[in-house]
């Protein structure tokens, strides 16, 4: 599904030297480099807070302690998500409120947000799925209208910009009040462990944030507020530093293999290619809205699993994400909710199937693989 090594062959010299470097001189907490890509993912993002911190998972976490939720709030977010998502608001005994997503993109649909506003409501927790941005201008109006915070979870979108409906174009998750991604080796933007950072351009926040990633602390040894321990290493941020200044072209790599699998499969009968908010393919040559974290097809006539198993005899790499959505997980379960409010998701847990996708694809790869799927869906 992803192939880590070409890149690390393509950056070893400076990632090895940085790596040395960090070794020689014993500052593998709080060094330099974290600072230094800190700073960089801050001039890259166009956001005035980077808060580095230990994973996505606790990104997301620290987000919520930092806008001050308390035990009872409601959080709306998707229904079909990694379970991080819904986990760190369950763990701060926040109430999660799951809804359904859109059938197009995959993403949180905002009718369904309005319609599990409560008075109990306090945040909105888009995740920016597979790398393109859930419809942040209608959520974005919701949450001002009922005064409710947008927190991103942007695990799987780093390096997209959002497209408003005014043209003006943003990084995927400096769009709300504050934002979180991962650096997990599979990300898009990955380091060699793990790794995670929250994003804000709110000066109050951040210096909140920056406290509670630290045991509370904001003068040492003076603890203000009950705080985590959660630090992004300075192997990482050097491993991190390496990879950032080709982000983009990593982006690139992944849109244009994308658009091969799209335009082999496009005219196909019973394969569903993944589209954008404005009905684009997010491929085409100016847009940066989809940075295909999954490059995720539809397969509508009922072949999914038969496909799975096919592929997987041709040791064709292939995922399901995701095989279960999160209100059926035992955790997360509630009487609340109602099978018919979940039309959406219901479906695409039976007809999702991601292809291999990373940025060393080759065409003669992308050709053998649409061809197994199109000769097994359609024979
Ligand atoms: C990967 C991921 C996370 C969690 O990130 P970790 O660094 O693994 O904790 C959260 N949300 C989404 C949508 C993810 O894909």
Sequence with gaps: MVDLQGQYQSLKEQVNTSITQILESSTYINGPHVHAFQ???????????????ANGT???????????????????TADFTFAATVEVIGLLQLTPV??????????????AIEKAITPKTKAIVPVHLFGQCANMDVILEIAKK???????????????????????????????????TSFFPSKNLGCYGDGGAIFTNDDELAHTL???????MY???????????SRLDSIQAAVLSAKLPKLDAYCDSRRTAAKKYSQAFKEQENIVIPITVDGCDGICEECNCHVFHQYTLRITNGKRDALVKHLNEKEIPCGV??????????????????????????QLVEEVISLPMHTELEDEQIAYITKAVIDFVNG
Excluded: W
């Design 39 to 53: 700073k960089e993912l801050e001039m890259y993002l166009g956001v005035k807070h980077v808060i580095p911190c």
């Design 58 to 76: 606790d990104a997301l976490q620290i987000a919520m302690m930092g806008l001050g939720l308390k035990p009872g709030d409601e959080v709306i």
């Design 98 to 111: 799951l809804v359904d997503v859109d059938l197009d993109t995959f993403n949180i649909d905002p009718a």
């Design 146 to 180: 009922h005064n409710l915070f947008v927190i991103e979870d942007n695990a799987q979108a780093i390096g997209a910009d959002y497209k408003f409906k005014d043209g003006r174009k943003q990084k995927a998750g400096t769009l709300g009040h504050v934002g979180s």
């Design 210 to 216: 920056r406290g509670i990633v630290n045991h509370g």
């Design 219 to 229: 003068e040492r040894y003076h603890h203000d507020v009950v705080g985590v321990n």
């Design 321 to 346: 994400y995701y095989p279960i959505p999160l209100h059926k997980q035992k955790a997360y379960v509630d009487e609340r909710y109602l099978e018919e409010n979940f039309p959406v998701t219901n």
